[in-house]
């Protein structure tokens, strides 16, 4: 039951990532919904499953996405490798303060990664406007990560990785 | 499970995800794109468009006091293109009768085919959009794509049923454009940002804000002729090369949802 959630809420984020959340462009920005969902999924279900869904969500992203073929897939794989780690160091991952840390971080890596490639291409960049964007963004993630947090939780439970025990 | 199993289906994993990046950057996706194509494509059609009317009507809200103002705008542009077009109509049968008398072929119109947008990409700099009408319907890389009048971009990828589209507002767009009142030719580029800006102008060109923008049609699959936009302010300075001229555009990637694609004339 909890594999089909986790399965459910994945696919639904990574449907509405690329199609609905790009056509509205709530202040001219995607809220990276995908990201979100990766994290709070992954802290709800083993490594292992959460690695799986990262591969074939990021898939999905870099199909649909048209350029940098590779960074969803490896931005999500690395996000549930991350969660992995976090709970081996013994962290204690019912705390807001980590899935926030991780769609921050993630928001600002997948970003700035996405950014770099252009650099041989982009002879104008338009400081002011990227770090606005960048902000908002940031603010965008962090509010849907308190806001789906709870629920994703009463759907998946609150054991995270260490339902099952190495991982 | 113990740890060390626990392991090794991690790299199991993380392994055949680094295969499907490593077959997809070779272009070894076949099968994967086949079932991208007629199980997610299908599904995020329907939210799209749901996307496009949420972002129309969030649009309107926020745009209302501007709207009487546009609208008065609108109307004199469309007694002004009215005019415009008589006018045209009346040049393209003198055009027509000269090249039939020089022995010339005879401009036809666009063949154009219909499709709707069914995915954009999932994040905020890049533009690109894949839409549900692929080489079955005559669609050939590089081909390029209109929507309300303007031009909005150019295919880059076909599948059989599926073509995905750079839109101008790329940053790494590129075409040969001009301007259509004074024949200055440039390159128009896409910027971070959703702008547009036409490049490489001749500092003896004359540009001027309000002139018309459309494709050069030099070289590849865009015709001549297809409106990009308006001047917006020229940009010009006596110690470089070229000019450059910032470009509007009435296109705006969050409200797309039907374009059509240029097949030729």
Known sequence: MRRLAAILLMGMAVILQVSFLPAVRLFGIVPNLALVMMVLVALGVATSEALILAALSGLVLDLAGGSNFGLWTGGMVLIALVVGIVHRAGLELDRLLIPLVLVASGTLVISLVILVALVPSVGHWPAAYLTQQLIIELVINLLLTMMLRPPVRLLLGRSGPQAESGV | ?265
Do not use: C
């Open chain 2, 1 to 265: 499970m113990n740890r060390s199993k626990a392991n090794r289906r991690i790299i199991v994993v993380v392994a055949l995800g680094a295969a499907l990046v490593v077959a997809g950057g070779v272009g070894r996706l076949g099968p994967v794109l086949w079932v991208f194509e007629h199980t997610i494509a299908p599904v995020s059609r329907g939210f799209s468009s749901a996307g496009v009317t949420a972002g129309d009507a969030l649009s309107n809200l926020t745009r209302v006091s501007a709207l009487a103002r546009e609208n008065v705008r609108l109307e004199h542009e469309n007694a002004d293109l009215r005019q415009r077009l008589a006018a045209d109509a009346e040049t393209r049968s003198d055009n027509d009768l000269l090249r039939k008398q020089l022995g010339l072929d005879v401009a036809g119109t666009l063949r154009q085919a219909a499709a709707e947008v069914v995915m954009y990409a999932p994040d905020s700099y890049r533009q690109f959009v894949i839409i549900n009408k692929g080489s079955k319907a005559g669609i050939v890389p590089g081909m390029g794509v209109t929507a309300g009048g303007v031009l909005i971009g150019t295919i880059v990828d076909v599948q059989p049923t599926s073509s995905r589209i750079m839109l101008v507002t790329d940053p790494e767009f590129k075409l040969a454009a001009k301007d259509q009142d004074t024949q200055a030719m440039g390159i128009l580029r896409g910027q971070l940002g959703n702008g547009l800006v036409l490049d490489e102008i001749g500092q003896t060109d004359s540009i001027k804000p309000g002139d018309s923008v459309t494709t050069a049609g030099l070289g590849g699959q865009v015709p001549a002729g297809l409106l990009i936009g308006k001047v917006q302010s020229v940009n010009t300075h006596s110690n470089v090369v070229f000019q450059s001229a910032q470009i509007a555009t009435e296109f705006r990637v969050s409200g797309l949802r039907f374009v059509y694609v240029v097949l030729g004339q």
